[in-house]
């Protein structure tokens, strides 16, 4: 389903019949049925859950939208469209006076929700006209699978076991890692991940650094990284490509991309260098095209 341009959202009740007119009806997951409405539980300390049963007589599924939406008061929604599976979603200024968890679990509640309308796999915020950004990085596409279910601790804080991949001693093979991490819920975990790799294993908890040596090259910095499709899109700072003789260049990519891949909503990762596709990296050709997961390069699980 597309919506070209983007209505108020008074105006989208009165039109909406007309827009989807010719669309196939029987494609829609939900019409006058029922959802489950995430929202902020009373405490703030995480999401409640309750059944919710569309009230509209109409099949269309931006009357649908336009009616959860409604449900969050705390959040000034302005207009929104619908286009290529993902509803973008327009807030007023008055968003930005949304602070810390409150935010997240607002954020959390609007797109579980809205992500169970068919048509709609992935959610992007927007404010004004500029997309959200929280302590000046990109928040960016969101989708069912990239919100945590649960929340614990103080409520801004989860703790999961994550699987990081780095060199081995000989730089030929990968390590596989395996950690419990404690992170801050308002950072997305594909960016924790890779923060990590580019740390190396000396900044991870509980890892045998006897066993393991950095991938990334020194002075890498993550400049952007989104997941659209299942495919994680990281773009990282021009020292990335300062291909070290002491690992191979395959193993730099993997451990990477098998990093990665260990997230549910990630199938193939995509690396651009400040915003450009490059070709070649070290002895890798097709450096350009997306990368699977690679197992093969792995040469045994070191548990931390």
């Known amino acids: 389903m597309k919506i070209m341009r983007r209505w108020p959202l008074f105006i989208v009740v009165a039109i909406a019949g007309i827009v989807l007119a010719g669309c196939d009806r029987d494609s829609y997951k939900h019409k006058k049925g029922a959802f489950i409405l995430y929202q902020m539980a009373d405490d703030g300390m995480g999401l409640k859950q309750s059944e919710y049963e569309t009230v509209s007589d109409s099949d269309d599924t931006v009357e649908i939208v336009i009616e959860l939406l409604s ?19 327009y807030f007023s200024s008055a968003y930005n006076n949304l602070r810390g968890i409150d935010e997240v679990l607002q954020r959390a509640a609007i797109v579980k929700t809205l992500c169970q309308v068919q048509g709609v796999e992935y959610v992007e915020f927007f404010v004004e006209d500029t997309s959200l950004t929280i302590d000046g990085e990109p928040v960016g596409v969101m ?20 699987t990081l991949f780095f060199s081995d001693v000989s730089g030929m093979e990968m390590k596989e890692v395996t950690v419990l991490l404690t992170y801050d819920m308002t950072v997305p975990l594909a960016r924790l991940l890779i923060e990590q790799i580019l740390a190396g294993p000396e900044a991870v908890a509980g890892v045998n650094t006897s066993d393991v040596r950095p991938t990334v090259p020194g002075g890498t910095r993550l400049n952007s990284i989104m ?12 020292e990335f490509m300062n291909v070290q003789a002491e690992v191979n260049s395959e193993i730099v990519i993997y451990s990477i991309v098998n990093t990665l891949c260990e997230l549910s909503d990630v199938n193939k990762v995509q690396f651009t260098i400040d915003g450009e596709q490059r070709e070649v990296y070290g002895d890798t050709k097709q450096f350009d095209q997306p990368f699977e997961r690679n197992l093969d390069l792995v040469s045994g699980g070191s548990k931390g």
């Open 143 to 162: 989708s069912e699978l990239s919100i945590l279910d649960s929340i614990g601790g103080d409520g801004s804080t989860q703790n999961k076991y994550v």
């Open 227 to 238: 997941i659209r499709d299942n495919v994680c899109y990281v773009d990282f700072s021009k």
């Open 71 to 89: 449900n969050y008061k705390m959040a000034d929604v302005r207009e929104f469209e619908i286009k290529e599976r993902q509803l973008s979603i």
